[in-house]
């Protein structure tokens, strides 16, 4: 039978396992990125494994998520991770050079090879035909070292595109629609593999928008083929050398087929504050907006980029309307900058921020209270802007810019004549804010640079015969990676230091959680379904490993969290049925008797509730290596043991 292109790129890169649904798989990673909000921890975590030099084809450290440097905690990460960088043999990219993701499509990306990063949103890289996933530092870390990365052999999905968008609407529209049609679940557990037709009208920014924002359907990834278009994009690269033609076989085997008609698309928006919660422009009228935000690692390529400034062209900005610029990359910039487009957009009145994730991330920027905010970024979970209250749409490009000008949420529909913007034959290249790393000679003279922010990664315990704690925290369904362990310009500088951050550890479901884990000793955190969905933090699971959280216990879980609480030796359980979820209430005494037991053999795990005196069973969502991890008490423990 033949195979799809995940399955041609998992087949040759597999080390362990069976590639058959539900089975664990191991991998063997091509290249590995990181960013500096989880980077600072797995480069820690990568010392400690005592590799001296990354045995990855490639591996890029990226400052693009902190860089406020407000006090200077950020600038000692940075100066850390660029030390770390030299000495292990990876490239390193200057703050001010561009969003992670971006920058990699552009510089490194190779079609066909895998890529993990320390982002949630690394399967941007499926735009050009890479097999991309997000991952928790450790796992990075160990992969930078050789070891395999392992997940769950998805399910595959074929999303078959057929027709061609019509002006005015673009692929944030497509990836909104297939939101609106899926859920923030609806990708769990699936490869989003997009083919037909229509996959030839897409330029390589807008396919990698796509893939970029499959990260909120819950997907393992998403992946596009590696065509004409591919190659045409590498060349204009100056990377033409490393094309490979991907494309499925005649007679794939998918699981699920997905139809979608691009020329059937609207433009779209997904409504406070959810990414599905999708509507069209058309239908939500004109909102009344305070503040339009475009770029982030989804739409701030030279395409996206340039369609903006010739919106705005010769027009000014709403009034009551502040409209942000934050271009992906330094490339895009100076670009926009040498043909005039970024004139246009600074004569229109746009504030113009640096390269960076800035107010994704709630790195300034944050909107008025109760402010209406269109965002052409992936996620508006509540909060995440740094407004509790806020008010946040995401919308395409093209859809922010009008409504900037206008003051309301506008159809770009509306604006008339059509400019196609053809990609550049060939972009500006100018690599002077990639450092490469010192060569293998000289590692030995490079010094890391630990400033005080810097502290180490928590000691871990192996698994004790059995657990008695509280149920310290009961929370609902799709609790984000934000509200575990949230982040925002405040919070972001303590990602190197885990005592530090811990203090803001699920505050904003509950501001005592904390103090009370600091009191009770930790707990076991009962919890709903889509547990930890969002981003790829690992932590949202170290920060409740510092206070003494042993277990989760919920519904159902996100991929990667799932993945983070296993690395950092806690237990994700998961109720056998649904409904004893209802039966536990906050501060019940909960016993897991028989732990490390179970685990051992593999059977379901027993919990009693002792306030209530009854007893639940629940399943303890761990592969066979993964359940030798949680013994040892985490990945890092374990990836030491089996080095012994
Ligand atoms: C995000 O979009 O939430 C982030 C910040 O890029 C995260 C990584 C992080 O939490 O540092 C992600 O998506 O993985
Ligand atoms: Fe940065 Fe936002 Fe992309 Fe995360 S989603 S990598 S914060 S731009």
């Keep these: ?160 595109l057929t027709g061609k968008l019509s002006p005015w609407v673009s692929a944030k529209d497509v990836i909104l629609e297939v939101l609106r049609r899926l859920s923030v679940k609806g990708g769990v557990g699936r490869i989003l593999e997009y083919a037909g037709e229509g996959v030839k009208t897409l330029s390589v920014p807008e396919r990698a928008t796509i893939t970029n924002m499959g990260t909120e359907l819950g997907a393992t990834t998403s992946i596009f083929p590696s065509d004409e278009i591919t190659k045409a994009f590498l060349e204009a690269q100056g990377r033409g050398g490393c094309w490979v033609e991907l494309q499925a076989d005649e007679d794939a085997h998918y699981d699920e087929v997905l139809d979608l ?104 920027q944050s909107p008025r209270s109760g402010g209406v905010s269109l965002r052409t970024f992936n996620r508006n979970f509540e909060g995440r802007s740094g407004t509790a209250d806020g008010q946040v749409y995401l919308v395409s490009p093209e859809t922010a810019a009008a409504s900037a000008l206008a003051g309301v949420l506008t159809d770009p529909r509306t604006l008339g004549d059509y400019e196609t913007i053809p990609l550049p034959e060939q972009f500006l290249l100018n690599d002077n804010m990639i450092l490469p790393p010192a060569p293998e000679s000289e590692m030995d003279l490079v010094e890391i640079q630990r400033g005080p922010n810097i502290k180490p990664f928590p000691t871990t315990q192996p698994l004790p015969e059995s657990i008695e704690k509280k149920a310290i925290l009961k929370v609902g369904d799709n609790i984000t990676t934000d509200h575990i362990m949230p982040a925002g310009s405040k919070i972001l500088p303590f990602r190197s230091n885990i005592p530090k951050i811990s203090q803001f550890c699920f505050t904003v479901c509950d501001p005592d959680f904390p103090a009370r884990c600091q009191k009770e000793g930790g707990g076991i955190i009962i919890g709903g379904s889509n547990y930890g969905q969002g981003s790829s933090r690992e932590h949202a699971a170290l920060a409740p490993l510092y206070l003494g959280v042993k277990a989760v216990a919920a519904k159902s879980y996100a991929r990667i969290h799932c993945a983070n609480l296993a690395n950092a030796g806690l237990i994700p359980l998961q109720f056998n049925v649904e409904a004893d979820y209802d039966k536990i209430d906050q501060m019940d005494d909960l016993s897991l008797p028989h732990i490390r037991q179970e685990l051992e053999a593999g059977t379901d795990v027993t919990m009693i509730d002792k306030t209530k005196g009854i007893t639940i069973r629940l399943t303890a969502l761990l592969s066979q290596r993964q359940r030798a991890m949680v013994l040892a008490g985490g990945l890092l423990n374990y990836t030491k043991e089996s080095a012994r």
């Design 1 to 160: 039978m033949g195979r799809t292109i995940a399955e041609k790129i998992i087949a040759a890169h597999l080390v362990s396992g069976e590639m058959k649904t539900g089975e664990d798989i191991g991998l063997r990673i091509d290249q590995t990125l990181t960013q500096d909000a989880t980077g600072t921890m797995a480069y820690l975590e990568f010392e400690a494994m005592g590799v001296p030099r990354v045995k990855t084809e490639r591996s890029v450290a990226y400052i693009d998520h902190n860089t406020l440097q407000s006090g200077f905690e950020n600038a000692d990460d940075h100066k850390f991770i660029q030390s770390v960088a030299k000495k292990h043999g990876i490239y390193f990219s200057k703050p001010g050079n561009g969003i992670c993701h971006q920058l990699h499509l552009e510089r490194f990306g190779i079609p066909g090879k895998t890529l993990i990063g320390s982002d949630s949103h690394t399967p941007t890289g499926g735009g050009i035909g890479m097999l991309a996933f997000g991952a928790g530092g450790l796992d990075v870390a160990v992969a930078m070292g050789g070891g395999e990365y392992h997940i769950t052999m998805p399910k595959m999905m074929k999303v078959n």
């Design 261 to 364: 008609d691009l020329s059937s698309l609207v433009p779209l928006a997904a409504c406070p504050h959810s990414p599905d919660a999708v509507k069209t422009v058309e239908e939500l009228g004109p909102i009344h907006i305070d503040q339009c935000c475009i770029g982030s690692c989804t739409n701030s390529s030279y395409l996206d980029m340039m369609r903006v400034a010739s919106i705005l062209k010769g027009k000014t900005v709403h009034p009551d309307v502040d409209l942000t610029i934050g271009c992906g990359s330094k490339q895009v910039y100076n670009m926009l900058a040498l043909n005039g487009a970024l004139a246009d957009i600074i004569a229109a009145g746009a504030r113009v921020l640096e390269c960076t994730c800035g107010p994704c991330i709630g790195m300034g």
